[in-house]
């Protein structure tokens, strides 16, 4: 049985532990959310069969109210499982794993209630591998310049090389800023041998186009979205 599903909206607050999202209950007014389904995916060799070019936002199925049932109805109930991750600075972090082991289609889903897992406050992407993309395209790997593109102008960034360094921490307005209680959420690895210490450390929030910012070759290197809590 196979599910075609494109998500297209606008993206979220990634994770809550950086971006403090304020907003209202709805998603974005411009957000276009198209799901096309034949059933659900019964089993991870059904699920191969899916068109996996998938564009993570903050729509259906990954609207604040989304459970993990919620999820296994649209990726089936074998590719929808509770883990224990590592989290910020070594803690251990509850989420839902959809496609847990398939490195091309695995995100993680964290809920703001972890016991009864309810109240989603992130969804996000972390392996090199990924076939997902944000919203305006970019994806694992790809240069601070495409987000840059998606985004229609540049942003800032907290200082690299620390347990929270290289997140998005202001959109300056543009496209991928937070709308309706949702934001997006990316981070960068720089991989030039050496980086600026003007560029570094707590405190630190340089522009994606300072010049210092751009010799540091940052990578995507984790992406997603997020809703404040309630």
Request: proline fraction near 7%.
């Given at each position: 049985?196979?599910?075609?599903?494109?998500?297209?909206?606008?993206?979220?607050?990634?994770?809550?532990?950086?971006?403090?999202?304020?907003?209202?209950?709805?998603?974005?007014?411009?957000?276009?959310?198209?799901?096309?389904?034949?059933?659900?995916?019964?089993?991870?060799?059904?699920?191969?069969?899916?068109?996996?070019?998938?564009?993570?936002?903050?729509?259906?199925?990954?609207?604040?109210?989304?459970?993990?049932?919620?999820?296994?109805?649209?990726?089936?109930?074998?590719?929808?499982?509770?883990?224990?991750?590592?989290?910020?600075?070594?803690?251990?972090?509850?989420?839902?794993?959809?496609?847990?082991?398939?490195?091309?289609?695995?995100?993680?889903?964290?809920?703001?209630?972890?016991?009864?897992?309810?109240?989603?406050?992130?969804?996000?992407?972390?392996d090199h591998a990924s076939l997902w993309k944000?919203?305006?395209?970019?994806?694992?790997?790809?240069?601070?310049?495409?987000?840059e593109k998606a985004n229609g102008g540049?942003?800032?960034?907290?200082?690299?090389?620390?347990?929270?360094?290289?997140?998005?921490?202001?959109?300056?307005?543009?496209?991928?800023?937070?709308?309706?209680?949702?934001?997006?959420?990316?981070?960068?690895?720089?991989?030039?041998?050496?980086?600026?210490?003007?560029?570094?450390?707590?405190?630190?929030?340089?522009?994606?186009?300072?010049?210092?910012?751009?010799?540091?070759?940052?990578?995507?290197?984790?992406?997603?979205?997020?809703?404040?809590?309630?």
């Open positions: 049985m196979r599910t075609n599903l494109t998500v297209v909206p606008v993206m979220a607050c990634g994770l809550a532990l950086l971006v403090a999202c304020g907003g209202e209950e709805a998603a974005a007014p411009n957000m276009t959310v198209a799901v096309e389904a034949s059933g659900p995916l019964e089993n991870d060799a059904e699920a191969g069969a899916a068109d996996s070019s998938f564009v993570l936002g903050c729509g259906a199925p990954f609207t604040r109210d989304a459970t993990p049932a919620t999820l296994a109805a649209i990726f089936g109930r074998a590719n929808v499982v509770p883990e224990t991750i590592d989290g910020p600075e070594g803690e251990p972090m509850n989420v839902t794993a959809v496609f847990p082991t398939d490195p091309e289609r695995r995100i993680e889903v964290s809920f703001a209630n972890e016991e009864e897992r309810t109240d989603l406050v992130a969804v996000t992407v972390r944000g919203q305006g395209g970019y994806s694992f790997g790809d240069g601070i310049e495409a987000v540049p942003f800032a960034v907290s200082g690299f090389e620390w347990d929270y360094g290289g997140f998005v921490t202001d959109w300056k307005g543009g496209k991928l800023k937070e709308a309706g209680g949702c934001a997006t959420t990316v981070r960068f690895a720089p991989e030039a041998a050496e980086i600026a210490p003007t560029i570094t450390g707590d405190g630190v929030n340089p522009m994606s186009n300072d010049p210092a910012v751009r010799k540091a070759e940052p990578k995507v290197s984790l992406f997603g979205i997020g809703w404040t809590t309630k």
